[in-house]
């Protein structure tokens, strides 16, 4: 069981409720997940700009915890500005910190996501900063109290999967709050490796909502995310160069 | 489903049984794995060498189908002589030809595979030859008639996982027999990538039998050939060098 | 040819002069490399701690320019304090940043490399900060004034080389002053990697001092930065998946 | 130095001649490589089909020792009437063996190469037989008496590198006559790689020809190569998992 601030989560998966070619399908993925975290840019939602559909309409959210993101901001203020919204809207106390530095490669702004983070956390949310795979800034994130950080396997909506297990194996090994890793899953075999590097739990969006199959990808990510932490906690087997027979017939009777 | 020969598997996991600290533990983790299909070196049973322990000695074969190999033989002569021995014992019609051609690595020997493979369909067996990911000799042994073929992810016993997906690839896409990708792999991630890159089946032993928790680690493996198999069925997306939001804000009213 | 503020370097290579096994070691694999530049900690010097041995005694430095670095430096005010005993021994007007954040990776400081970077630009040095691969933070000191970045390909000495090919790829295309890839690099083929990627030039130090022959490692490296250069101006390949005959066979005579 | 059979090369390079723009383009890129030893199809020659072109007709080959392949060969037969032609051409006593057995990988026929090889080294050849990097085959290839093996980095024309360094590594160890690794390179770095691994050459041709300017790549792969070698030569660092500071500062005086 994964616990953030208060609340604990049966499931390690977050489901993002972005690009689903409809609200049945959305519906339906989220429910093959098993996830108990759905998470939205709270700019897309109606609360917000009432010309857009209601994205959550086909769906009964009493079963779910709410984890809006601040997608759109490119400054700290547009991060404040567009949590609020979403608390005053009552839908939530939970925020991911989304302060986009770049527009090619969606990657956060380091010093306005701190910035965003700290004023955040002032305003009592319960803080989940999206970042790069930055060893320091992870940690730098930590210190400010927040209650999460979710860094970046890589760049927004690539399917790259985890470039960098070095640094992800570095920040897990300093954290001393759950690690999230977010953004960039492209595949069942990403999310377990995610876990099995000792992440607390995965976010993904595109994987599910632009597979041919969103459904059976739900249900992919689901076991893949159950697959990993048990393979984390089983501790696997040390990489060798030279080979290891499992069954050694060594000594044995000749033929 | 996965068929092979005349059989009928339900799960796509093959479990080796060599190595296990004890046969109670050999026991839960194939339980754990849900398995159909249990592998072991004809050489290792005491059928063979009645000095050695029967390694089934804890549990009840009714409900697997058994797969033994001809482990320790390099020669075609010596794998079909072991082959026989089991069939004599009423321990199987399947057998995985592997005939070792290099004591480092455990790599197969691609001259003697294929003759071993030619001898033991005349014998009237159901053949897997377990063979290097060498894309043309896989093609070359399914020309000889063979019910699966079994390519490495990488050495036996290394827990390298998928080194060369590409061969794999190939491999699979020019395959008319069902494709299970056998050694090398150390973790969940590398049985559900293989499963990713359309793998008919896994079949793996070290990765289990010398984790840290086996039982964990077999429960690990069933959720990711899973994983791995929704998520060849789903299609993953396709993967880019820049960014794509899952939930783009372009468009949107201004904060 | 390399232009760094004022300055013109006909190698792209720079050396680091730590760790060699002596200061005639240390002078031949300078020269064997054809490096322009040289770097050094500064409170490895004399200058600084004069119970230190003059790391530069059997070297001519007049063919040189010299990059001192703030190594040892956990905050801002340590960097400027070290440049500034540097600038006063008149060892430099180029002041490499480095403000270590964690002692485990000995990766870089993200707020503290940007304070540093924002005060010895004010006190006119010409400034190079060694940053993590973070894509926004290597734009976020560029629009500080910044002469050239120094993304790490990964943590000092670890001999990883290049990780993430794709955040050196974004801040190279992103880049409007030279990018010299720092640490991690671990033999010639990783300082090609950096310079087909498009960086400007490489630093590495460990590399060299630390092969089994310092001497030849150092040419080697030389030709690796320059065939990495040339390959960059030469345009590779597109990668494919499948084949392509160097010499087509097709519609030619039958044998 | 390189020695194959009774022939020493001073470069370590060779150099296919397929494909380039023109007869001067790849007369010049040849310059430029320093290679010693030029490769082409049988196939392509006037002397084969007198419709081609001449591809040498504005070079002077005296300098050159020359490799002709077999390509557009899929059986061993094949393959030995085109070497014949090109001995009785008096174009070589050297063989490259490339007896093809898959037209959308162009990956080698593994039992075809070995009966080629064996009728060619009847034939009193100096046979290099084009393999995979099945490092068990390269043995067996090896046991039959050639003067050369070389297996491919990924297939021909792909670019791909070097996908299976293992594989490769278990090949050189093994190795009782010299390693051209042959096919996949794309850019420096690939070649680079392959000889820090300890090939004793790289034959490469689409890398160069295909590159945006042939010239440039060609003298970047003669230094990638160098590099390379030297590399080798020197014996790198370790990799390792945690930093290691190139300038301790440990136990220094305080700031």
């Known amino acids: ?3 953030i601030g208060p609340y604990t989560f049966q499931s390690r998966l977050f489901l993002g409720t972005g690009k689903y070619a409809s609200g049945e399908v959305q519906k339906q993925a989220v429910e093959a997940s098993e996830t108990g975290v759905l998470t939205f840019a709270v700019r897309r939602m109606n609360i917000f700009d009432d010309s857009q ?4 309409e086909s769906m009964d959210l009493s079963g779910f915890k709410l984890l809006p993101n601040t997608a759109g901001a490119k400054t700290a203020e547009e991060a404040v500005r567009i949590a609020k919204m979403a608390q005053a809207a009552n839908m939530c106390d939970m925020i991911k910190v989304e302060v986009i530095g770049c527009d090619k490669t969606l990657l956060p702004d380091p010093i306005e996501t701190i910035k965003a983070t700290e004023m955040l956390l002032d305003e009592g949310f319960i803080v989940l900063p999206y970042t790069s795979d930055d060893v320091v800034l992870a ?3 930590q210190e ?8 970046g396997a890589s760049p927004i909506g690539t399917g790259l999967g985890i470039i960098n297990p070095y640094n992800l194996s570095h920040i897990i090994e300093q954290a001393e709050v759950p690690v999230i890793v977010d953004a960039g899953i492209g595949s069942p075999k990403d999310a377990s490796y ?11 969006n595109t994987a599910v909502s632009g597979a041919g199959d969103p459904l059976k990808m739900a249900e992919a990510m689901k076991y893949a995310v159950e697959a990993g932490r ?5 501790e696997r087997i040390e990489k060798k160069m030279y080979a290891q027979a499992s069954s050694p017939v060594e000594g044995m009777s000749k033929l």
């Open 1 to 3: 069981m994964l616990n």
């Open 53 to 56: 559909p209601d994205p959550f």
């Open 194 to 204: 995610a876990m099995e590097l000792g992440a607390d739990g995965v976010l993904l």
């Open 230 to 234: 048990l393979g984390f906690e089983a």
């Open 144 to 151: 400010l109290g927040i209650h999460a950080v979710m860094p």
């Open 139 to 141: 940690r730098r994130l």
